[in-house]
């Protein structure tokens, strides 16, 4: 398994940005599908965002659609989540997960799917 941190987490009005970072080690990625996740206070753990290990395919959960974007570095083994126009309503603990076994163009939306998660990072919209 690969182990993940992420981290660029923090306080934002809502309108703002924040940059996600996952950094993976213990193994290259290079062939794992990374998932990001969220779980608000109260509420089960949901799928925000995917891409394929193959040619780089994402997709999106409807409510972050053209406000969020999932990417990878592969030179430097990380996972970023790009989200604009935050809304108090993306308030929640966000996950990386990283599936080893996935095809290589296949979009991972399963949580139970994912085989390594990191520790969580605390995004806080206000309004």
């Known amino acids: 398994q690969v182990q993940l941190e992420e981290s660029g987490g923090g306080l934002v009005q809502a309108g703002g940005s924040l940059r996600l970072s996952c950094a993976a080690s213990?193994?290259?990625?290079?062939?794992?599908?990374m998932g990001w996740f969220r779980q608000a206070p109260g509420k089960e753990r949901e799928f925000v965002a995917a891409?394929?290990?193959?040619?780089?395919?994402?997709y999106y959960v409807d409510s972050v659609k053209g406000r969020f974007a999932i990417s990878r570095d592969i030179a430097e083994n990380t996972a970023v989540l790009q989200m604009n126009s935050l809304k108090p309503e993306d308030t929640a603990v966000y996950y990386c997960?990283?599936?080893?076994?996935?095809?290589?163009?296949?979009?991972?939306?399963?949580?139970?799917?994912?085989?390594?998660w990191g520790q969580g990072t605390q995004v806080t919209v206000s309004s």
């Open positions: 891409i394929t290990w193959g040619i780089g395919t994402t």
């Open positions: 213990g193994r290259t990625f290079s062939r794992y599908a």
């Open positions: 997960a990283a599936d080893r076994r996935a095809w290589r163009l296949a979009i991972v939306t399963d949580q139970y799917e994912y085989d390594s």
